[in-house]
Every structure is written in structure tokens, then in C-alpha cells.
């Protein structure tokens, strides 16, 4: 598999692992409590509470909580900038990575000069907000999601896992864009909580999964991440990617996948078919919608063609499944498949409605013959 079919957070493992990010930046006052979601939530849960019109200095080093202190420039304390939410700078290893400016609509920009000493540490800003090195062009991450899912990777339980998750939750999803231009390299992007918040997010918490697996992640691992943290394409194309993996483990991912709400949904549910695992029939009969034909099509052939494989407790949850379906051309299904069978020497054997009525033609014939042979024998007795 080529290293850009990985989930493209899975990169972060290869070169930073031992290397702290951080994050240094003035938050605006916001006395109108406008600007973006999660800046408003982190200084609602922090000792400032209550006290929206000071700008205050956000500290944050990767494996330590955030820290906010008040702005010890006292003429600039009380000034609220009209477009300006937070702006500051991040620097990974102690080296300075880059200047980054956020707006009261959360969008925000990072600029880095290719002729610097530190430019050739761009793809290291795209890494951590989840893009492989050459990444140009868009990407949505769903961040609420991909946290959740490294968080329960790393079986973390504490009060500061759960506080970092409430901030991924209120930054929402990540718009990211990557672009080159005349001397300049630019990450733009935007989520209710810009994209600075979001990249210190995602590099705690995946290195403090890496920390807890002793390893990175292997390929399903990491096209698992992906499909749940990216949105639209890229996670059509991780389904995709995973329905080639003939792994147990991404059997599971492909059930989740068939919640979704867009085409991944079919996706989902065609490699799931394709399997032809018995266990995942009632998720195709669940993911079947009319608003998605395709996906009551696969899941009415997944059920013909597998039905006669599974035992009784199987059929029963089933038939269950299909008789409060929402669509009827699923709930008159068990009509179809549960046909009674007669167990012989060489399996069950099934009673068509054919056979039946051969069976019928043949039974008087069968019991002419059967009075015959008891008159002969009779006769043979007295005979005798």
C-alpha cells in the first residue's frame, strides 16, 4: 500500500514522537462572548470565567493541560480587535514553526517563508494536522470523531483526556487547505476553534495513543482513523481502501460505516456484502434506506444469498430485524426465505412449493403400490 493510502494522522509517528509542540498566543477580549466556540468554552472552564472583556495569554505544551494567564501588557488588555480572535505562534521541538493569526469566525492562517531555516519543516505543520507531506488542496476533519477514537486507543480515562475531548467537540469539524505561492508556503483553514487549537489536540493525544500501543499503527489501524476522522472523498475513499484489507479487525469499521450518511454508507455496505459474513447481515438490514436505493439492493442480495447459511437463532433475529423494517420490500422478505426444510443424511433439505406438489401427485401411487404388496403378502401366507 502506498504510504499517502495511509490515514494520513498515522505520519506523525515517523519523525516527532519524542518532540513536544507548542503553543504560544494572545486571545482577544470578548465581551460579547461572539468569538469562536471553543476560545469562548476554554475561558468559561478556566478562573477567568466570567470575565470575557480581558485578553489573556494562552501557554499550551503537548502533555500538560493549557494555561491562561492575563496579558501583562496592561495598555493592551482592555483593546478588542473587530476581525482578530487569537493570534501567536507554534514551535515543535523548541524550534519555531510558524506564526498563526485566527478570526472571530474561527478561520485562521499559518505563513512560513520557504527561504527560512525552520521552512523545510513544513510538512511537519501538515502532519500534524493530520496531511501527508506533499498534501495540496483540501481536507475536511472531523475532530470531535478522530480524538474520540485515539483517546479510546490509548484507554484514557482522566479528567484532562475529558477536557481535551470537550474542546475537540467544540471545535467541530477542521477545514484545512494547503497551498504554495510566490516565497510563501500557507496552511489555511478553519473550525470553531481555528486550526492551532485543533493541531495540539490531535499531536497530545496521538502520540499519547502511541505511548499506550508501544507502536505505531499498522495499515487497517490507520485507514480505520481516517474513515472516521475525514469527511466527504476522503472518507469514501478510506471505506474503499479498508474493503480491500482482508483483516478481521476492519470488519467492525465497515459496520460503523454504514451508519453514515452519505455514499460511504454504500461503500460500507457493498464491502460487507462482498465478504459474505454472516454476522453482518442485520447491520446491512439496519444501513438498508430508501432514501439510498443501492443500499436496500445490496442488502436484499446479501440476504438471498446467504439466509440458507445460518442457523435458527440467527434466522429468528432476522426475521425480527426484516418485520419491523421501515421499507416494506424488506418486511415481506421472510416470507421469501423462511421456507421450512426436512433435516436428512446429507443436510437440510428445502421444501419448494414444486416439490410439494409432486409429492402430492405421487402419494396415492405410493400408497396403491404399498396395499399391493401387503395383498401379496397375505396371499403368500395362506398359501402357504
Not at 237 to 242: G, P, T, V
Not at 270 to 292: F, N, Q, W, Y
Not at 328 to 345: D, F, M
Request: proline share 5%; glycine share 8%.
Amino acid at each position: 500500500m502506498k504510504p499517502a493510502a495511509l490515514p494520513l494522522l498515522a505520519l506523525l509517528a515517523g519523525f516527532a514522537s519524542a518532540q513536544d509542540l507548542e503553543l504560544r498566543a494572545r486571545i482577544e477580549p470578548d465581551s460579547l462572548r461572539k468569538g469562536p466556540a471553543a476560545l469562548v468554552w476554554l475561558r468559561d472552564h478556566s478562573e477567568f470565567e466570567g470575565m470575557p472583556g480581558i485578553a489573556l495569554v494562552l501557554t499550551w505544551k503537548s502533555g500538560s493541560r493549557p494555561v491562561l494567564q492575563p496579558d501583562p501588557a496592561p495598555e493592551r488588555n482592555q483593546l478588542e480587535s473587530d476581525t482578530r480572535a487569537l493570534a501567536g505562534e507554534l514551535s515543535l521541538g523548541g524550534k519555531l514553526l510558524g506564526h498563526f493569526e485566527c478570526s472571530r469566525e474561527g478561520r485562521e492562517s499559518w505563513l512560513i517563508d520557504p527561504l527560512a531555516p525552520e521552512s523545510g519543516r513544513v510538512h511537519e505543520l501538515a502532519a500534524i494536522l493530520g496531511l501527508p507531506p506533499t498534501f495540496r488542496g483540501e481536507a475536511q476533519i472531523d475532530l470531535a470523531a478522530l480524538i474520540g477514537a485515539l483517546a479510546s486507543t490509548a484507554a484514557c480515562a482522566d479528567r484532562d483526556a475529558t477536557t481535551l475531548a470537550l474542546l475537540a467537540g467544540h471545535c467541530g469539524t477542521v477545514r484545512v487547505r494547503v497551498s504554495t505561492g510566490p516565497g510563501e508556503v500557507r496552511v489555511e483553514g478553519s473550525s470553531a476553534g481555528g486550526l492551532a487549537i485543533p493541531a495540539l489536540l490531535l499531536w497530545q493525544t496521538y502520540h499519547e495513543a502511541l505511548q499506550v500501543k508501544g507502536r505505531a499503527f499498522d495499515a487497517a489501524e490507520a485507514l480505520i482513523l481516517r474513515a472516521q476522522a475525514q469527511r466527504s472523498a476522503g472518507r469514501e475513499e478510506a471505506a474503499r481502501q479498508l474493503a480491500r484489507i482482508a483483516d478481521p479487525s476492519t470488519r467492525e469499521a465497515l459496520v460503523r460505516l454504514c451508519r453514515a450518511d452519505d455514499y460511504t454508507r454504500v461503500i460500507a455496505m457493498d464491502a460487507l456484502a462482498r465478504r459474505g459474513e454472516r454476522e453482518s447481515l442485520p447491520a446491512l438490514v439496519a444501513a438498508a434506506d430508501r432514501r439510498m436505493p443501492d443500499t436496500i439492493a445490496i442488502a436484499k442480495a446479501a440476504l438471498l444469498e446467504n439466509y440458507d447459511r445460518l442457523d435458527s437463532a440467527e434466522r429468528s433475529v432476522l426475521d425480527a430485524l426484516l418485520r419491523g423494517h421501515q421499507e416494506a420490500e424488506l418486511r415481506e422478505l421472510p416470507r421469501a426465505l423462511s421456507v421450512p426444510t426436512l433435516a436428512g443424511a446429507g443436510g437440510a433439505t428445502t421444501i419448494t412449493e414444486q416439490s410439494v406438489n409432486r409429492l402430492s401427485l405421487l402419494l396415492p401411487l405410493m400408497l396403491g403400490l404399498l396395499l399391493t404388496l401387503l395383498l401379496l403378502v397375505r396371499e403368500q401366507k395362506r398359501v402357504a
